[in-house]
C-alpha cells in the first residue's frame, strides 16, 4: 500500500444526488476508494444542472455543485424503477463495500434494494442511507433542503441581527456537515467490520447533524433553558466582532482578557480599558455600541489587511474579511495546496478547479486523479466488467435501463 491508496479495493456505490451523500462519497474517493454513482437515466441529480456564475456548466450537466464532490469518480445510467435495473444494482451490490443513499426514507426498499434486501446477498456490506430527518420519526418522510434543515435545528435563530431576523449561513453548511458525518459513520464501521467482519446499517440525518454544529449553544438551552439569540458578528460579550477599517473589514475575536490587553496593545489603545464605560465586562455589554465605535475609529488609520498582521503578530485571531476570490488566492491556502485544478476543458471553457481534503496525513494523505464524470461516462465500462456482452448492452440502451439522455 503507498500513501496514496488508502482505501484501494474498497467499492463505493451511491444512489446519492444532491450535496451531502456525494459529499461524503467524495472523501472516501479522494483516499481511492471506488466509487461508482448511479444517475436515472430518466431525471439526472438537479444539481448537475444549477445555474451559477460560471457560465455553459449547466449546459453540459457539470454545474459547479456537482463538480465539488465529483471528482475521482464514475457515473453510471441505470433506471432502478425496472426489474432488470434492480438485478444489475444488486449484482453490482454484491461486489461492493459500501452502499449510499439519499432517497426519501423507505425509498431504496420501495425497489427491493434496502439494507435488508442486499445484507442477504452481501453480509459484510455496509449501507449508509443519508436523510433530512432520519429513517424513523414523525418527520422521517418529509422533503429535506439545507434551508429548511437550518430553520428546523435552530441554527437560524442565532444568526442575523434584531433588524434582518432569523438568517440562515450563507452557504449549504447541513449539507456539507451531513456529508463529513457520514464519512466518519462509513470509516468507523469499515473499522468495525475489519475487526468483527461484520458489515452494518447506517442512518445520517442532516437535523441531527445541524444540530450537533451548535453543539455548546444547543448544551446551554437543553440545560439552562436559556440561550442568546440573533448575535450577528458579536454579541457584545466580548471584543469579537467586525470592524471597518480603512480600506475592508477585519474579524477580531478577542475572547479573553490576556488577549484583549494583547490586542489594546497592538492598536495602541491601553486607554480603552481604563475608561470607566469600558473597566469591566458588566458595563462593556451595556456600552458596546461605543466601544465598538472608539474600536473602528482607531483602525481606521490603517487597512484590513495592515491590521491583520500586527494583530495576529501581538497573539491575537484577526483576520480580514476576503471575498471568495481573496480567499483562494491567499497565500496560506496555496502552500496548502488545498485546491486542485484540472487541465483546460475544451468542451466546458474552464480548468476546473476543486477543493481537496481539509487535512493532510503523512503516510495517507488525500489525492485527486481523475476529474468529475460526465453524465453516465462509465455505464459501459462497468456493464462489461459485469461480464454483459455487447448485444446485451445494446438491448440495455434500447430498452432504457441504461438510456442515456440526449446531449
Known amino acids: 500500500?503507498?500513501?496514496?491508496?488508502?482505501?484501494?479495493?474498497?467499492?463505493?456505490?451511491?444512489?446519492?444526488?444532491?450535496?451531502?451523500?456525494?459529499?461524503?462519497?467524495?472523501?472516501?474517493?479522494?483516499?481511492?476508494?471506488?466509487?461508482?454513482?448511479?444517475?436515472?437515466?430518466?431525471?439526472?441529480?438537479?444539481?448537475?444542472?444549477?445555474?451559477?456564475?460560471?457560465?455553459?456548466?449547466?449546459?453540459?450537466?457539470?454545474?459547479?455543485?456537482?463538480?465539488?464532490?465529483?471528482?475521482?469518480?464514475?457515473?453510471?445510467?441505470?433506471?432502478?424503477?425496472?426489474?432488470?435495473?434492480?438485478?444489475?444494482?444488486?449484482?453490482?451490490?454484491?461486489?461492493?463495500?459500501?452502499?449510499?443513499?439519499?432517497?426519501?426514507?423507505?425509498?431504496?426498499?420501495?425497489?427491493?434494494?434496502?439494507?435488508?434486501?442486499?445484507?442477504?446477498?452481501?453480509?459484510?456490506?455496509?449501507?449508509?442511507?443519508?436523510?433530512?430527518?432520519?429513517?424513523?420519526?414523525?418527520?422521517?418522510?418529509?422533503?429535506?433542503?439545507?434551508?429548511?434543515?437550518?430553520?428546523?435545528?435552530?441554527?437560524?435563530?442565532?444568526?442575523?441581527?434584531?433588524?434582518?431576523?432569523?438568517?440562515?449561513?450563507?452557504?449549504?453548511?447541513?449539507?456539507?456537515?451531513?456529508?463529513?458525518?457520514?464519512?466518519?459513520?462509513?470509516?468507523?464501521?469499515?473499522?468495525?467490520?475489519?475487526?468483527?467482519?461484520?458489515?452494518?446499517?447506517?442512518?445520517?440525518?442532516?437535523?441531527?447533524?445541524?444540530?450537533?454544529?451548535?453543539?455548546?449553544?444547543?448544551?446551554?438551552?437543553?440545560?439552562?433553558?436559556?440561550?442568546?439569540?440573533?448575535?450577528?458578528?458579536?454579541?457584545?460579550?466580548?471584543?469579537?466582532n467586525v470592524f471597518q477599517c480603512k480600506d475592508g473589514l477585519l474579524s477580531v475575536a478577542a475572547t479573553t482578557e490576556s488577549r484583549r490587553q494583547r490586542f489594546w496593545k497592538a492598536i495602541e489603545r491601553t486607554d480603552i480599558p481604563l475608561d470607566p464605560r469600558f473597566c469591566n465586562q458588566e458595563v462593556v455589554f451595556k456600552n458596546y455600541p461605543a466601544l465598538h465605535v472608539e474600536i473602528e475609529a482607531t483602525l481606521a488609520g490603517k487597512t484590513a489587511l495592515e491590521w491583520e498582521e500586527i494583530i495576529s503578530d501581538a497573539g491575537v485571531a484577526a483576520m480580514a474579511v476576503r471575498d471568495l476570490h481573496q480567499a483562494i488566492s491567499n497565500p496560506q491556502i496555496e502552500h496548502r495546496g488545498l485546491m486542485h485544478r484540472f487541465a483546460h476543458d475544451e468542451e466546458l471553457g474552464y480548468s476546473i478547479c476543486v477543493p481537496k481534503a481539509p487535512y493532510q496525513l503523512s503516510k495517507s494523505g488525500a489525492h485527486i486523479h481523475s476529474p468529475p464524470p460526465r453524465v453516465g461516462q462509465h455505464t459501459d465500462e462497468i456493464l462489461v466488467r459485469l461480464g454483459f456482452g455487447a448485444s446485451e448492452i445494446a438491448e440495455l440502451h434500447k430498452t432504457g435501463i441504461v438510456q442515456a439522455l440526449p446531449k
Open 1 to 240: 500500500m503507498t500513501h496514496r491508496d488508502m482505501f484501494q479495493g474498497i467499492k463505493v456505490l451511491a444512489v446519492a444526488r444532491q450535496i451531502a451523500a456525494p459529499f461524503a462519497t467524495y472523501q472516501l474517493a479522494m483516499h481511492g476508494a471506488e466509487v461508482l454513482t448511479i444517475d436515472n437515466p430518466k431525471e439526472i441529480d438537479s444539481m448537475r444542472l444549477v445555474t451559477g456564475a460560471g457560465n455553459g456548466l449547466p449546459r453540459h450537466a457539470m454545474s459547479h455543485s456537482f463538480l465539488a464532490q465529483a471528482a475521482n469518480k464514475k457515473s453510471m445510467q441505470l433506471d432502478l424503477s425496472k426489474p432488470k435495473g434492480q438485478e444489475i444494482f444488486r449484482r453490482l451490490a454484491a461486489e461492493s463495500d459500501i452502499v449510499v443513499e439519499n432517497l426519501v426514507a423507505g425509498g431504496m426498499a420501495k425497489y427491493g434494494l434496502g439494507y435488508d434486501d442486499l445484507k442477504s446477498i452481501n453480509p459484510s456490506l455496509i449501507y449508509c442511507s443519508v436523510t433530512g430527518y432520519g429513517q424513523t420519526g414523525p418527520a422521517s418522510r418529509r422533503a429535506a433542503i439545507d434551508g429548511a434543515v437550518q430553520a428546523a435545528s435552530g441554527l437560524m435563530s442565532l444568526s442575523g441581527t434584531k433588524e434582518t431576523g432569523p438568517m440562515k449561513v450563507g452557504f449549504l453548511m447541513a449539507d456539507y456537515a451531513t456529508g463529513y458525518a457520514a464519512a466518519l459513520a462509513i470509516v468507523s464501521a469499515l473499522y468495525f467490520r475489519k475487526v468483527t467482519g461484520e458489515g452494518q446499517y447506517i442512518d445520517c440525518a442532516m437535523l441531527d447533524t445541524a444540530m450537533t454544529m451548535a453543539g455548546a449553544d444547543v448544551c446551554e438551552a437543553a440545560t439552562t433553558g436559556k440561550y442568546k439569540p440573533l448575535r450577528g458578528n458579536g454579541d457584545g460579550r466580548y471584543v469579537s
